[in-house]
């Protein structure tokens, strides 16, 4: 059964705002964890943070860019696993921004899912990208 995680976010603020802290490596950083990111299609990069044994999750993202649409849409793969190249997780996060008249509502998608040993990490990042975006607003807005 294919797992999608999906969440809505409202910032009072331009689409052109949010776009940094989601492709700005540095405010990334801030808000998510230690990354190589640059918007560029194409593009291989890592998000990098502890390891999760529990998870069979050696502490590495392994991403490519997919899609960049400027203030628009951003999307990349999101790959992970123990370690030793073996890669349990294949995933996909979608950004989508659309501007409102006293700000920007944001969509995130996140779909890969469909494995049972997935799941855990589908909990778990269904509820941490909900927490993320409250870090975002708090950044956004400091």
């Known amino acids: 059964m294919e797992r999608s995680i999906k969440h809505q976010y409202f910032f009072a603020h331009s689409p052109e705002k949010v776009w940094q802290y989601l492709t700005n490596s540095d405010l990334m950083e801030l808000w998510l964890m230690k990354n190589n990111f640059k918007p560029i299609v194409g593009t291989d990069f890592q998000f990098r943070t502890g390891p999760i044994?529990?998870?069979d999750f050696d502490g590495i993202f392994y991403c490519t860019v997919l899609e960049v649409e400027p203030f628009k849409?951003?999307?990349?793969?999101?790959?992970?696993?123990?370690?030793?190249?073996?890669?349990?997780?294949?995933?996909?996060?979608?950004?989508?921004l659309e501007p409102a008249a006293d700000g920007t509502q944001v969509f995130l998608e996140?779909?890969?899912?469909?494995?049972?040993?997935?799941l855990d990490?589908?909990?778990?990042?269904?509820?941490?990208?909900?927490?993320k975006l409250e870090k975002i607003a708090n950044l956004i807005n400091a």
């Open 121 to 131: 990490f589908f909990n778990g990042l269904n509820h941490g990208w909900t927490e």
């Open 73 to 96: 849409k951003l999307s990349y793969s999101w790959a992970s696993g123990p370690g030793d190249e073996k890669i349990t997780l294949n995933s996909v996060v979608v950004w989508k």
């Open 110 to 118: 996140h779909n890969g899912f469909a494995k049972d040993e997935n």
């Open 53 to 55: 044994p529990s998870l």
